[in-house]
Nanobody, 125 residues
Framework: QVQLVESGGGLVQAGGSLRLSCTASGGTFSSYDMGWFRQAPGKEREFVAVISWSGMSTNYMDSVRGRFTISRVNAENTVYLQMNSLKPEDTAVYYC??????????????????WGQGTQVTVSS
């Protein structure tokens, strides 16, 4: 069973930065595309960013492009989300997820096979 554990969330002022980490165990991390999603209270879980298994391809939701950077270090079984210029609307629980398919870069929640428990990110005005 693949387990994903997020860390790095917290409280930050608007304009600040956070770096989220997600470490995998129990599987072959370097075989998975890895995504970040977020969910605010009362809203659907939404795609944030994805990185291919090799780290050579990435994609982002429009509202975070240019502010967030997804990266991975396969030797450490870890994917990162560097978040800069944070806005209050970025406030959500952030989840990492693993996609075993490795055919294109998926944006849909249903395309991912394994999920972490999430880490809270709160951006104050």
């Amino acid at each position: 069973q693949v387990q994903l554990v997020e860390s790095g969330g917290g409280l930050v002022q608007a304009g600040g930065s956070l770096r989220l980490s997600c470490t995998a165990s129990g599987g072959t991390f370097s075989s998975y595309d890895m995504g970040w999603f977020r969910q605010a209270p009362g809203k659907e879980r939404e795609f944030v960013a994805v990185i291919s298994w090799s780290g050579m391809s990435t994609n982002y939701m429009d509202s975070v492009r240019g502010r967030f950077t997804i990266s991975r270090v396969n030797a450490e079984n870890t994917v990162y989300l560097q978040m800069n210029s944070l806005k209050p609307e970025d406030t959500a629980v952030y989840y990492c997820a693993a996609d075993r398919a490795r055919v294109g870069l998926h944006r849909g929640v249903r395309e991912y096979d394994y999920w972490g428990q999430g880490t809270q990110v709160t951006v104050s005005s």
